[in-house]
């Protein structure tokens, strides 16, 4: 497989980071035995940066991969949208 990169992937990255550093902070809280409301909140925040990576990439996938229009850009395609 030849390597993968488009203009979006250090976003994609950031926002990984970001998610990572609130699950962080969620495992902290259940430790501290911080109140519920406060821990969901965060998982939120979890919850909402994984899928604007996921929709960012994807969208990604779609505009520069798609665009091809060849058979295994379709079949990737297929392939993506079961995580949508």
């Given at each position: 497989?030849?390597?993968?990169?488009?203009?979006?992937?250090?976003?994609?990255?950031?926002?990984?980071?970001?998610?990572?550093?609130?699950?962080?902070?969620?495992?902290?809280?259940?430790?501290?035995?911080?109140?519920?409301?406060?821990?969901?909140?965060?998982?939120?925040?979890?919850?909402?940066?994984?899928?604007?990576?996921k929709?960012?990439?994807?969208?990604?996938?779609?505009?520069?991969?798609?665009?091809?229009?060849?058979?295994?850009?379709?079949?990737?395609?297929?392939?993506?949208?079961?995580?949508?």
């Amino acid at each position: 497989m030849t390597p993968h990169k488009h203009s979006t992937h250090p976003q994609i990255i950031a926002r990984l980071k970001r998610a990572h550093g609130h699950l962080a902070k969620v495992i902290a809280m259940l430790d501290d035995q911080e109140p519920c409301p406060d821990i969901a909140q965060q998982l939120f925040a979890v919850e909402k940066a994984i899928t604007n990576a996921k929709r960012t990439l994807i969208h990604d996938h779609v505009d520069h991969c798609l665009a091809s229009g060849d058979a295994d850009s379709v079949d990737a395609f297929k392939t993506i949208t079961k995580y949508l």
